[in-house]
């Protein structure tokens, strides 16, 4: 995951150049688990507004499940930010209350996938997996 994240550069590297445009818009489903240091699931939706371009913007609503209990938590609203990094691959934050997640992932037809990690004090050194897949454009 170290090595992806070299290779993609940050999220704030606005200047990159754009090497290539993605049509993204739509509304994807999201699930997302943490796999360190609590197990945790993170499930709904995400909507980007922005493309084609390099950007990627919107929100997603979510929840967060503990697997240990089965209990779910309250929906929560965050962000959605980024780049398309290569015709394949994708850079983006997903903030969600005090916490970051920066998600390095791969795009295949209208699905996404990768590894996420935490980013901000909120999560703790939290790590794990993501998928989206386009569920209306």
């Not at 993204?24 to 999201?30: A, I, N």
């Not at 499940?65 to 959605?80: C, E, I």
């Not at 990094?85 to 969600?96: I, P, Q, Y």
């Amino acid at each position: 995951m170290v090595a992806l994240a070299a290779a993609l550069g940050g999220c704030a590297e606005a200047a990159a150049p754009c090497v290539a445009e993605l049509d993204l818009r739509g509304t994807w489903s999201y699930v997302a688990e943490a796999i360190s240091p609590v197990r945790q699931r993170l499930s709904g939706a995400v909507r980007i507004d922005d493309g084609p371009s390099c950007a990627i913007a919107g929100l997603a609503d979510v929840v967060t499940t503990d697997l240990s209990t089965g209990v779910p938590g309250a929906p929560v609203r965050g962000t959605v930010a980024g780049r398309v990094a290569s015709a394949e691959t994708v850079d983006f934050d997903l903030v969600l209350l005090l916490s970051t997640r920066r998600h390095l992932g791969t795009v295949t037809r209208d699905s996404m996938f990768g590894s996420w990690f935490a980013t901000s004090d909120g999560v703790g050194g939290a790590q794990g997996t993501f998928v989206l897949r386009r569920s209306a454009p």
